[in-house]
């Protein structure tokens, strides 16, 4: 650790207001060093938005790096800062946060963690994975997907067709898929969720023709 | 306005009640059994001929009073009644407006804003009529002399537009939220976007509370050149996304059958995956 990182860490434990606490650590984010990782993750905790957004930034920039601390340090007790955590890890989109996402979208109380989770496990990088591994995480997260999009709250559901739609750019998921796609629009009774699942039909067919020409 | 958001949703909470149970429950000597199956069947949905007759005649409930002369059951049923999309429901809920408890009346207005059935204007229209320097506080107690929210929403959702000279000077309201109230009913009521606007500079104010109001009523509104400034407000996200599914609803709404989405329901579903 760097001079600079250890005086940017201990301005973060200073800070006495809330703006200092978010000019503290977007300082501390924009070191991009992995010192920093367990600071800002516990800056989740503090309940302060805007600093909070500041450690998201900071660390999907420190991409893989990060991973192993937020998979250790999900925060159990506060659904607020898991949500933050479960966010970061699915953009970071590294497939050793799988477990956690299935077990997040099916299983947490918190609406906004759930809804994280679901849009996560459709952006994994699969192909970081070896062959036989890769099938069994990619069967997992569609299987998740299929049970989240049934769930009565239409936010979960929401998300999980946004999930959807990003899987189904793995040419073997389209068909279950796109089957779920059509039983929605048969029967959700939220025209947002329809709305949604148009969407997702009208991008994969753009994304088709593109790859065919 | 916030019920669908609570962030601790829980699907367990609900008690092994049946319609059948509610609905002889309604009757129960328990007045605890009664207050809870009224708010069970509004909850729940129960719409059928027998639950409403059932309602209705708890709106005239006599035996269930807190100390402050408070009518617990009429409330539940009043709220229960919005919820059952019933119109039959109308006339009793106008003889609500006029119940000596202020919580009957503000869930009476709150169920006429649901039901949108324009019978009521009239009867909401008088409440507002001693203007907004009769609209303070109650001595000792934490609500204004009128549910004037509930009243403005009303008649904003029930596209009174007899009521604009009647509402526009609750804009001038002391009170932000009774501000917000008659900024999203003028809207409703003139499809101004200088209304809109009124709304969407709220979601700047330094009180979160004042905020997540701006928030739902932009929502309820569908003011579609909010969207951008709804993601970015300091509200958490669940309201933001439930503000955001408004005015994707209000847009589709206008759209010819649904088989193609326009630029700005793309545009809100965009800003909603960002808030996932």
């Known amino acids: 650790m760097t001079a600079t990182t250890q005086q940017l860490i201990r301005s973060v434990a200073e800070a006495d207001s809330p703006a200092q606490m978010t000019a503290a650590v977007k300082k501390l984010a924009a070191a991009k060093d992995e010192a920093a990782i367990p600071t800002l993750i516990a800056v989740f905790g503090y309940n302060n938005p805007e600093a909070a957004a500041a450690a998201v930034a900071g660390l999907i920039a420190l991409k893989e790096a990060a991973v192993p601390y937020l998979l250790a ?22 497939p050793r946060a799988l477990e956690v996402l299935l077990s997040s979208a099916v299983n947490d109380f918190a609406p906004s963690v759930r809804c994280a989770a679901a849009k996560g496990l459709g952006n994994l990088q699969f192909c970081k994975l070896d062959p036989p591994q890769r099938q069994t995480a990619q069967t997992k997260a569609l299987e998740t997907l299929l049970l989240v999009s049934q769930d009565p709250n239409w936010l979960i559901r929401y998300a999980a067709v946004v999930g959807l739609e990003a899987l189904a750019k793995i040419p073997q998921l389209q068909q279950p898929i796109q089957t779920r796609f059509a039983q929605i629009l048969a029967t959700d009774t939220e025209q947002a969720i329809c709305a949604r699942v148009q969407l997702a039909q009208k991008l994969g067919i753009e994304d088709k023709l593109q790859t065919e020409n | 306005m916030t019920e669908a958001t609570a962030e601790e949703y829980s699907p367990t909470n609900a008690p092994p009640l049946t319609k059948e149970q509610a609905l002889s429950n309604l009757q129960s000597p328990d007045l605890s059994l009664r207050y809870y199956a009224a708010w069970w069947l509004g909850k729940f949905r129960v719409r059928s001929p027998a639950v409403v007759d059932a309602l209705l005649a708890a709106l005239e409930d006599e035996t269930d009073r807190t100390e402050m002369g408070g009518y617990p059951l009429r409330r539940n049923a009043a709220r229960a009644l919005g919820k059952l999309g019933d119109l039959r429901a109308v006339p009793g809920l106008i003889k609500c407006l006029q119940c000596s408890d202020f919580y009957v009346r503000e869930a009476a207005a709150q169920s006429l804003a649901m039901l949108k059935d324009k019978r009521a204007a009239q009867a909401l229209m008088q409440l507002l009529e001693p203007g907004v320097a009769a609209a303070v506080q109650v001595p000792g107690r934490p609500h204004l002399t009128q ?34 109230a008659a900024a999203r009913a003028m809207y409703q009521l003139t499809r101004d976007f200088c209304y809109g606007e009124y709304l969407v500079k709220m979601l700047d104010s330094s009180n979160l509370q004042l905020r997540r109001v701006a928030l739902a009523d932009l929502g309820a509104i569908g003011y579609m050149p909010a969207a951008e400034a709804i993601a970015a407000a300091k509200v958490e996200n669940s309201f933001k996304l439930l503000a955001l599914k408004g005015l994707l609803e209000h847009q589709l709404q206008q759209e010819s059958q649904g088989l193609f989405l326009t630029a700005d329901a793309i545009r809100v579903m965009n800003l909603m995956d960002s808030l996932l």
């Open chain 1, 73 to 94: 340090q999900i925060d159990d007790y506060n659904y607020g800062a898991r949500a933050y955590s479960i966010r970061t890890l699915a953009a970071i989109a590294d």
């Open chain 2, 147 to 180: 549910p004037y929210e509930a009243i403005l929403e009303a008649l904003g959702a029930m596209g009174a537009t007899e009521a604009i000279p009647l509402i526009e000077p609750f804009l001038e309201h002391p009170m932000p939220r009774v501000q917000c």
